[in-house]
Structure formats: structure tokens, C-alpha cells
């Protein structure tokens, strides 16, 4: 009897939720979320995308097979290529320039969230890494189809932020996030209850912290 994902999801459901139906979310869905939070967003997740790419390096650098290498290759391909080359251009239509996000100062939460991912990565093992990036590949791929699934959401040229409902709802970003499962999958199925059990530990201490990320966003906080 192995463990799979949605256990993970399910060990710590309220805070899942809250994290894929946040307000955040919800208002980017039926264009009523504020423009500066948007913006104060897009500019601090710029900062979080290079953490997280960094993170994924360093799943590259603990995998002992080349399956797990090339797993966090397309975790790092996906960031680099996929959302980061994005989010520049996307930025741009902003109104943020790439000089303006060089200078960025870091948020409190951006710091909070990525540096716990690259410590729990660094002390513990190459599962313990992936399950702390799991809520961000696999929870963006959720919301974007959670989001298609509200009779609220608006799509097309009456909502301003449809380019990011786009991105990750997009195959690329999609074909991703099910490979991050099947991989996390095939993990789980031979853990003992006691390491699920830290498993979903780091898992809910990372839902926890992309809630505050949306927050941030909301709260405009520095
Ligand atoms: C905060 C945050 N979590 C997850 C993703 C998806 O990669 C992102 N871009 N930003």
C-alpha cells in the first residue's frame, strides 16, 4: 500500500486550499485583483523564480541516477525557458523594465519561502527537495485549472491577467507538472508512514509559505 501525491494534498487540505482558492487567486480570476498587487507580484516572483531555478540545480546536483537528473532538468528547463523568458516580456507589458527588476529589493515572504526550499533541500535528501518544490510546479498547474473551472473567471481581452492564466494552463508548463507527479509518485510508493509523515510536514510548511507569497501580493508588503 504506497503513498502517492494527493496523499500529500490530503494530509494537509485546508492549507492546500487556501493556497489554490486564495484571494489572490480568485481576484486575478474575474479581473478585480488590484493592478499594484499584481505588479508588486510579478516583480518579487522574478526574484522567487531564480531561487527556485537555483533550487532545482541543486536537485540536479543530488541525483544519483540520470531519471532523477533529467527530472530536475525539466524542472529547470521549465523555470528558465518556460516562466522566466515569460515573465520578462510580461513584466515589460507591465511597465517593469529588465534594469528596474535587477534592482529589486527582496520581500520578506520571497526570502522566507525560497530560502526554506534551498535549506531543506540542502540538509535533507533529493525527495525531502522535491516535495518542498512540489506546491509551486504542481499547485500553478492546479490553480491555472482551477481557475478555468469557476463560472467566475473571465478569460480573453476582459481579463488583463489572462496572459497568466495562459502560462500555466499552457501543454509546456502542464506536461511538467505531470511529470513532477509521476516522478513523486513513483517516490512515495515505498516510503514508510514515518517519513510520510516528515514528507508532509515540509509539504505543508511550503503551502504555508506560498500562501504568504499571495499575500504579499494582496498586502503589498515589502
Ligand atoms: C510563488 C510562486 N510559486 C509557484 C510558481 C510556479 O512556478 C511561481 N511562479 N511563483
Same mark, same amino acid.
Given at each position: 500500500?504506497?503513498?502517492?501525491?494527493?496523499?500529500? /494534498?490530503?494530509?494537509?487540505?485546508?492549507?492546500?486550499?487556501?493556497?489554490?482558492?486564495?484571494?489572490?487567486?480568485?481576484?486575478?480570476?474575474?479581473?478585480?485583483?488590484?493592478?499594484?498587487?499584481?505588479?508588486?507580484?510579478?516583480?518579487?516572483?522574478?526574484?522567487? #523564480?531564480?531561487?527556485?531555478?537555483?533550487?532545482?540545480?541543486?536537485? &540536479?546536483?543530488?541525483?544519483?541516477?540520470?531519471?532523477?537528473?533529467?527530472? +530536475?532538468?525539466?524542472?529547470?528547463?521549465?523555470?528558465?525557458?518556460?516562466?522566466?523568458?515569460?515573465?520578462?516580456?510580461?513584466?515589460?507589458?507591465?511597465?517593469?523594465?529588465?534594469?528596474?527588476? +535587477?534592482?529589486?529589493?527582496?520581500? *520578506?515572504?520571497?526570502?522566507?519561502? /525560497? *530560502?526554506?526550499?534551498?535549506? /531543506?533541500?540542502? *540538509?535533507?535528501?533529493? #525527495?525531502?527537495?522535491?516535495?518542498? #518544490?512540489?506546491?509551486?510546479?504542481?499547485?500553478?498547474?492546479?490553480?491555472?485549472?482551477?481557475?478555468?473551472?469557476?463560472?467566475?473567471?473571465?478569460?480573453?481581452?476582459?481579463?488583463?491577467?489572462? &496572459?497568466?492564466?495562459?502560462?500555466?494552463?499552457?501543454?509546456?508548463?502542464?506536461?511538467?507538472?505531470? +511529470?513532477?507527479?509521476?516522478?513523486?509518485?513513483?517516490?512515495? &510508493?515505498?516510503?514508510?508512514?514515518?517519513?510520510?509523515?516528515?514528507?508532509?510536514?515540509?509539504? *505543508?510548511?511550503? /503551502?504555508?509559505?506560498?500562501?504568504?507569497?499571495?499575500?504579499?501580493?494582496?498586502?503589498?508588503?515589502?
Amino acid at each position: 500500500m504506497g503513498y502517492r501525491f494527493t496523499d500529500l /494534498t490530503t494530509a494537509c487540505h485546508d492549507d492546500w486550499r487556501a493556497y489554490i482558492e486564495h484571494d489572490f487567486v480568485r481576484q486575478l480570476g474575474n479581473a478585480t485583483l488590484p493592478e499594484a498587487s499584481f505588479r508588486h507580484y510579478l516583480k518579487q516572483d522574478y526574484l522567487f #523564480l531564480i531561487h527556485f531555478a537555483r533550487a532545482y540545480a541543486l536537485a &540536479a546536483y543530488k541525483s544519483p541516477t540520470l531519471a532523477d537528473l533529467r527530472q +530536475a532538468h525539466e524542472g529547470l528547463k521549465t523555470i528558465v525557458d518556460v516562466e522566466l523568458g515569460l515573465h520578462v516580456g510580461f513584466c515589460s507589458e507591465w511597465g517593469i523594465s529588465e534594469e528596474a527588476l +535587477a534592482e529589486l529589493q527582496e520581500a *520578506r515572504a520571497t526570502m522566507a519561502y /525560497t *530560502r526554506y526550499v534551498l535549506d /531543506t533541500g540542502n *540538509r535533507g535528501d533529493l #525527495l525531502d527537495l522535491h516535495v518542498a #518544490l512540489a506546491p509551486c510546479l504542481v499547485g500553478y498547474g492546479e490553480i491555472a485549472n482551477w481557475l478555468n473551472a469557476q463560472s467566475t473567471t473571465l478569460r480573453g481581452t476582459h481579463n488583463p491577467f489572462d &496572459a497568466w492564466i495562459a502560462m500555466y494552463e499552457s501543454e509546456e508548463f502542464q506536461a511538467a507538472m505531470q +511529470a513532477e507527479l509521476e516522478w513523486l509518485d513513483a517516490r512515495l &510508493a515505498d516510503v514508510t508512514p514515518a517519513r510520510f509523515n516528515e514528507l508532509s510536514k515540509i509539504f *505543508r510548511d511550503a /503551502t504555508r509559505l506560498e500562501i504568504d507569497f499571495w499575500q504579499m501580493g494582496l498586502d503589498l508588503s515589502d
